[in-house]
């Protein structure tokens, strides 16, 4: 115990010294680059113009900005936000936290005494939220309420945030994300694996990420631009927890870099086959199936197919819980129809066209659940052999 606090005192000077020598000068200049800039007044009729829910529901800083606008406003706004809160734990609660959370919403919203009642809705669902009990107590109802309260924050609430000082600063920090990022934003530490990936983390806030280098002159050579540029495209479009997400994108002299999420828990193949005993526990596969397929779903509902299904391609992160990466072979469909592309058969020397839509991604069930082959293409679910006159 004595050499570990002694290791602890060593660590705490050495970071002690290494802070007094910090440059002063570089140390301004870092701060500098981190003010917010001032919005332009196009960047404000841009924003206005994209309405409720881009603007505070699906993009994660106007959403927050909102939330905090909601929580320092009046008791009606501060009970919505609340609302919304717990509506949200109870859904991912389970066993005794989920009966908690039921509690609370009825004890807190649902009681006209309470200071938080939900005394901003009308008509039929006041009366749902008054009569509410833990007999009638259920999903439909409260996805009927949650509704509601999303109609009261379109509203005022709404007006209200576009004229207070959160939503300058959201407008704010859309103009600092519009700066040009390059390599001089990153520390580069090591490299995670073959294929071009690199661990950085970025100077200004100590955020780690993995960063996915493509060599340009190696895509020159082998005419992978435009699935370097589709990849991009694709990630950009993309936001789910279990997904690999895109942070940032920029490019050197050298290298087309794709910022991403930082998985450290490793891939699923490594989880199978190499860590201890050979498999996973079957409640593993059931929790890994629903989180991938999760992730499948979201794709698929943007017309995004997956294509490329396989152990190494599922990373775990620092909590166990686990991500689709590596979209490099991921194509977006035109609405409503499927795709016909060429691909060669595994084991026979013949190329033939292949008529897919998103059924391809998960029939017959998940393909991580056995070993993928690299250039495997995975068919199935409602593909077919065509010819290439198929739209």
């Known amino acids: 115990m004595g050499d570990l606090l002694g290791i602890d005192n060593l660590v705490a000077n050495t970071t002690y ?36 829910e881009s603007l505070c529901e699906l993009q994660p ?13 009046i008791d009606p706004y501060v009970a919505a936000a609340e609302f919304l809160e717990e509506l949200s734990r109870w859904r991912f609660a389970e066993d005794e936290k989920r009966e908690k959370a039921k509690q609370t919403i009825l004890a807190k919203f649902c009681q006209p005494q309470s200071r938080r009642f939900l005394s901003y809705l009308t008509g039929e669902e006041a009366e749902i939220c008054k009569d509410l009990s833990d007999s009638n107590f259920d999903e439909v109802i409260f ?28 407008l704010q920090w859309k103009e600092y994300e ?22 950085v983390g970025v100077k200004h806030t100590g955020q780690m990420y993995a960063c996915k280098k493509l060599d340009k002159r190696r895509l020159k050579k082998k005419g992978g631009e435009r699935m370097a540029l589709l990849e991009k495209q694709i990630l950009e479009k993309v936001n789910s927890l279990f997904i690999v997400n895109l942070a940032y994108a920029y490019d ?39 989180q991938i397929t999760t992730g499948l779903l979201h794709l698929h509902n943007m017309s995004i197919v997956y294509r490329d299904m396989k152990p190494e391609n599922v990373l775990l992160d620092g909590k166990g ?24 058969v595994s084991r026979l020397v013949l190329t033939v066209a292949v008529r897919y839509g998103p059924p391809v991604d998960s029939n017959p069930g998940p393909s991580c659940c056995r070993q993928g082959r690299r250039n495997e293409f995975p068919i199935g679910g409602g593909a077919h052999i065509g010819n290439l006159t198929d739209p």
């Open 61 to 73: 800083i106007g959403r927050k900005l909102f939330q905090q606008f909601l929580l320092t406003s």
């Open 321 to 344: 819980q686990c991500r689709l990466s590596d979209l490099g072979l991921a194509v977006e469909l035109p609405k409503g129809k499927m795709n016909c592309q060429k691909v060669s």
């Open 252 to 290: 050197s002299s050298t290298h087309l870099c794709l910022v991403m999420d930082l998985m450290t828990g490793g891939d699923l193949k490594f989880h199978i086959y190499d860590l201890g005993r050979r498999g996973i526990r079957m409640e593993r596969v059931v929790y890994y199936t629903a």
């Open 178 to 199: 519009k700066q040009k990022i390059s390599n001089k934003y990153f520390y580069e530490f090591r490299t995670l694996g073959k294929g071009g990936f690199g661990e």
């Open 143 to 170: 996805d009927q309420l949650r509704e509601a309260t999303r109609e009261f924050l379109k509203g005022k609430p709404f007006l209200g945030y576009l004229k207070s000082p959160f939503f300058y600063r959201f």
């Open 17 to 52: 010294l290494k802070a007094q020598q910090i440059n002063h000068n570089e140390l301004k200049k870092r701060r500098l680059s981190l003010t917010l800039p001032k919005p332009k007044a196009s960047a404000l009729q841009t924003a206005e113009g994209e309405g409720y």
